[in-house]
């Protein structure tokens, strides 16, 4: 079975500050991961997937993770934190053989300060 | 492309009435939409997967007779809350996978923006 897990629950970082949201993985087969943001009282909106190739991900809002298979991790990155970041940041994952089984991690709140 | 849209964004009912959801793909075919439930702070609960033109799979612990779902065409799905009460009360997001795109796109979930249910 698959699980996420999401290394704190809230992070809070300074204006222009780098941004690290932390999420690892279990998956017995190789798994398709996510990154989703929320902001208040909206859905999720998809930030970048891996799912083959090239294990450095590049998505929107200028935000990247890294696939690392020896870790089973795929950290969320951001040079330069904006105020307009701030929002839950949700990791997924899902299995090559079965797209519809999604599974979220707890998620990350993520605050700027300004 | 890719849009989900639902409506009602927000809808408050009093106990024991019925309160239907609708779940819509705006530009693509939605093979396979997805109802799933978020309360305050917490993560997202798969409640059920529903497939065009056939029955909806609930997942374990959610019924199925209170949770109604109808996936009736290819853009279009509906979340209906029979008699609800108050522990009903959530944050209910759909979203949809294009089974019939190319494969970047049939191996994603587009969400909606979710609708607010609030159970007095």
């Known amino acids: 079975a698959q699980s996420v897990t999401q290394l704190g629950s809230h992070v809070s970082v300074s204006e222009g500050a780098l941004v690290l949201l932390r999420c690892n993985y279990s998956?017995?087969?190789?798994?398709?991961l996510f990154w989703y943001v929320q902001y208040p009282n909206q859905g999720l909106q998809l930030l970048l997937k891996?799912?083959?190739?090239?294990?450095l991900v590049k998505g929107i809002n200028g935000f990247e993770a890294e696939f690392k298979k020896s870790e089973t991790s795929f950290h969320l990155t951001k040079p330069s934190a904006h105020m307009s970041d701030a929002a839950e940041y949700f990791c997924?994952?899902?299995?090559?053989?079965?797209?519809?089984?999604?599974?979220f991690g707890p998620g990350t709140s993520l605050s700027v300060i300004p | 492309g890719a849009v989900v849209s639902q409506h009602p964004s927000r809808v408050i009912c009093k106990s024991g009435t019925s309160v239907k959801i609708e779940c819509r793909s705006l530009?693509?075919?939605?093979?396979?939409m997805f109802w799933y439930r978020q309360f305050p702070k917490q993560s997202l609960m798969l409640m059920a997967t529903?497939?065009?033109?056939?029955?909806?799979?609930?997942e374990q612990g959610v019924e199925k007779d209170k949770f109604l779902i109808n996936h009736a065409s290819l853009t279009l799905s509906t979340l209906t809350v029979t008699s609800a009460h108050p522990e009903d009360s959530s944050f209910y997001i759909c979203?949809?996978?294009?089974?019939?795109?190319?494969?970047?796109?049939?191996?994603?979930?587009?969400f909606g923006p979710g609708t607010r249910l609030l159970v007095l």
């Open positions: 979203s949809a996978r294009d089974g019939k795109g190319v494969l970047s796109q049939q191996e994603t979930q587009y």
């Open positions: 998956s017995s087969v190789p798994p398709y």
């Open positions: 891996y799912t083959t190739g090239a294990t």
């Open positions: 997924a994952v899902s299995l090559k053989t079965s797209y519809d089984k999604v599974i």
């Open positions: 530009d693509f075919q939605a093979t396979t």
């Open positions: 529903s497939n065009e033109g056939s029955k909806a799979t609930y």
